[in-house]
């Protein structure tokens, strides 16, 4: 967590991605709190070019992932990781596109 606010602060969102992605496979083998459904996600996620990073979010054990995709390639991920997630499993994923801010601020 330490090393990822400080690539946060300094921009470096490639190297964040990469804590994202040691995160998800740290949860998934050393607590063993994520299923198949999403280490499926997670790991068809990693397989597009421009995601930059992915994990499973939530208390585990099934819920759902966070990505984060350059805005050129999200089209690409919601078909391919859709298509091949259904392909695996049977069921279909549901994508959530959101946007950075700024954070909470005074108003």
């Known amino acids: 967590t330490i090393r990822a606010v400080k690539a946060l602060k300094e921009g470096k969102i490639e190297e964040f991605g990469q804590l994202m992605n040691a995160s ?9 709190v994520s299923c198949e459904e999403i280490d ?3 790991e068809e996620a990693w397989k597009i070019g421009g995601v930059l990073g ?18 050129s ?3 690409d991920f919601i078909s391919q990781v ?10 279909k994923a549901e994508f959530y596109v959101v946007e950075t801010g700024n954070g909470a601020t005074v108003l």
């Open 82 to 91: 859709g298509e091949n997630y259904y392909a695996q499993t049977g069921l």
């Open 73 to 75: 390639a999200v089209n």
């Open 24 to 32: 998800h496979i740290s949860l998934r083998d050393d607590y063993e």
């Open 40 to 42: 499926i996600l997670v």
């Open 54 to 71: 992915s994990r499973m979010m939530g208390a585990g054990f099934g819920g759902c992932t966070v990505s984060i995709v350059e805005n």
